[in-house]
C-alpha cells in the first residue's frame, strides 16, 4: 500500500498535537506501557489500521510483551485468562469508547471498569484511546503503510 498523500506535511500539524498527547500519556500519566500497547493494538484492530498495529506490536515487544499475548488480543474475551482483571476492564472500556456511537457507556460497564482504575487512571486511559483513534482516523483514509519490523528475540532463546 502507498499512501495517498502526495505531501506528508498536509498532516504534520495534526500529528504533532497528537504526538504531544502521547508525549503526555507517556511520561504524565500511571498506565502501565504494556496495557498502553494492548489498548491502541486493539482499537487499532477494530479501525482497521495497520500501520497503527504494526507501530504498537513493534513498541509492544520491545516493552517485553508476549507474541502469544499479541496474537490473541483480537480474541482477548475467548482467551481472558491470558489477560489480567485490569487488563481486561481497560479493554472493554477500549471497545466501548472506540465503537461509541453504537455501544455507548452502560453505568454497569463504567462502575465495572471503576473497579480496575482510579478517576484519574480513567481520565488517562480515555485520553490514551483518544489519542488512538485519532492516530487511526489520520492514517486509515490517508493509507499510511505498515513497515516490516524485526520481531526481537529474548536473550534465553538467542543462546
Known amino acids: 500500500m502507498t499512501s495517498r498523500l502526495e505531501d506528508l506535511a498536509a498532516t504534520r500539524d ?5 504526538r504531544k498527547l502521547e508525549i503526555y500519556i507517556r511520561n504524565e500519566t500511571t498506565i502501565e506501557p504494556k496495557l498502553n500497547h494492548l489498548v491502541k493494538m486493539r482499537a487499532s484492530q477494530i479501525n ?5 498495529l504494526m507501530l504498537h ?6 516493552d517485553g510483551e508476549q507474541v502469544d499475548r499479541l496474537s490473541l488480543l483480537s480474541a482477548w474475551q475467548e482467551a481472558a485468562d491470558w489477560f489480567t482483571p485490569r487488563e481486561q476492564a481497560a479493554l472493554v472500556w477500549t471497545e466501548a469508547l ?3 456511537s453504537s455501544t455507548h457507556v452502560s453505568d454497569e460497564m463504567y462502575a465495572s471498569v471503576r473497579e ?4 484519574k487512571e480513567l481520565a488517562d486511559l480515555t485520553l490514551s484511546i483518544i489519542a488512538i483513534n485519532g492516530w487511526n482516523r489520520i492514517n486509515v483514509p490517508f493509507a499510511t503503510p505498515a513497515h516490516h519490523f524485526e520481531v526481537p528475540v529474548p536473550e534465553a532463546v538467542a543462546s
Open 14 to 18: 495534526i500529528a504533532q498535537q497528537l
Open 48 to 52: 482497521g489500521c495497520a500501520h497503527c
Open 57 to 62: 506490536a513493534e513498541e509492544a515487544l520491545k
Open 98 to 100: 472506540t465503537n461509541i
Open 116 to 119: 480496575q482504575f482510579s478517576e
